[in-house]
């Protein structure tokens, strides 16, 4: 059972997930939520980030908060470290399966995003998805980074051969929204089959395929394990079913108020929305 009662005094270490949480509605981090995190820091806090997105493609984010400790991304698979500019720890799905769970997305003219160690892959049969919404958000978010933090994008063509397996591939990420729901639904039900690997969703819109045994639960309880931080000292922050694992590792969990519904049920507090500061609401209460 959780433990209702929190004190500020006894948060030693609060992490955010990204989208639908940290991040409004225009995907920013918000005045107030920055000045509530330079109030918590100054408490002596220690802030970061734990999100689905490779660390590569937040360096805003991260610059926003500098976090002391590692940031947990791509559910764990990338561990950063900011302090030293490095990742980690390094977590990938082996070439044979990643080679498995190509060819069964191309099959069934799957529109996804494949996430490397250090590029991003997007793929697509050109002729029978000529436009891509998110494709289009990725693409505009890398090219209104700064020249030096744009991440590598690569455009696959997946009526062509291409050899996935030269890749250090960390997860797949399924736009589901925009495939026929019948290829979705076979897309599913054969990664289901596959034992090392686990689908999750962390958006409305779209899944992740992951090695199984990572998640951003898991990359508490690593960072827990070597001292860096302490779980019965954590609070952490999320909204969709990709922050599950990490409510069950910590001390303390929050909702956001646009959360999924099983996301509130396992929480312990709900706030605000995203878009309704639930973050600076939330600690509002505590400072005072």
């Given at each position: 059972m959780k433990e209702k009662e929190i004190n500020i005094e006894n948060i030693k270490y609060v992490f955010f997930d990204l989208d639908g949480t940290l991040l409004n509605s225009e995907k920013k981090i918000s005045q107030l939520s920055l000045e509530t995190i330079k109030k918590l820091k100054s408490l002596g806090i220690e802030v970061s980030i734990a999100t689905g997105r490779p660390y590569y493609f937040l360096p805003n984010e991260i610059r926003a908060i500098n976090p002391k400790i590692p940031v947990i991304s791509c559910?764990?698979?990338?561990?950063?470290?900011?302090?030293?500019?490095?990742?980690?720890?390094?977590?990938?799905?082996?070439?044979?399966?990643?080679?498995?769970?190509?060819?069964?997305?191309?099959?069934?003219?799957?529109?996804?995003?494949?996430?490397?160690?250090?590029?991003?892959?997007?793929?697509?049969?050109?002729?029978?998805?000529?436009?891509?919404?998110?494709?289009?958000?990725?693409?505009?978010?890398?090219?209104?980074?700064?020249?030096?933090?744009?991440?590598?994008?690569?455009?696959?063509?997946t009526t062509k051969p291409f050899d996935i397996t030269k890749y250090n591939v960390i997860k797949f990420l399924i736009i589901y929204s925009e495939i026929p729901s019948d290829n979705y639904h076979n897309i599913e039900n054969k990664i289901n089959t596959m034992n090392d690997v686990y689908i999750v969703r962390s958006q409305n819109e779209v899944f992740d395929i992951m090695p199984k045994g990572l998640t951003?639960?898991?990359?508490?309880?690593?960072?827990?394990?070597?001292?860096?931080?302490?779980?019965?000292?954590?609070?952490?922050?999320?909204?969709?079913?990709?922050?599950?694992?990490?409510?069950?590792?910590?001390?303390?969990?929050?909702?956001?108020?646009?959360?999924?519904?099983?996301?509130?049920?396992?929480?312990?507090?709900?706030?605000?929305?995203?878009?309704?500061?639930?973050?600076?609401?939330?600690?509002?209460?505590?400072?005072?």
């Open positions: 559910n764990s698979a990338l561990v950063y470290d900011p302090i030293k500019k490095d990742v980690t720890s390094v977590s990938n799905i082996t070439s044979e399966r990643t080679k498995d769970i190509y060819d069964v997305l191309i099959k069934n003219n799957g529109l996804f995003l494949i996430y490397t160690i250090d590029k991003i892959l997007m793929c697509k049969d050109e002729q029978k998805n000529p436009e891509s919404k998110w494709f289009n958000a990725i693409k505009n978010i890398n090219n209104n980074l700064d020249p030096q933090d744009q991440v590598e994008i690569v455009s696959i063509d951003k639960g898991d990359g508490l309880q690593i960072l827990h394990n070597k001292g860096i931080i302490d779980l019965e000292k954590t609070l952490v922050f999320g909204d969709a079913e990709n922050d599950l694992s990490m409510f069950q590792k910590a001390k303390w969990s929050v909702a956001m108020g646009n959360a999924q519904e099983k996301v509130k049920e396992a929480a312990t507090f709900i706030t605000d929305s995203n878009s309704n500061e639930g973050i600076y609401n939330f600690f509002k209460k505590l400072f005072n």
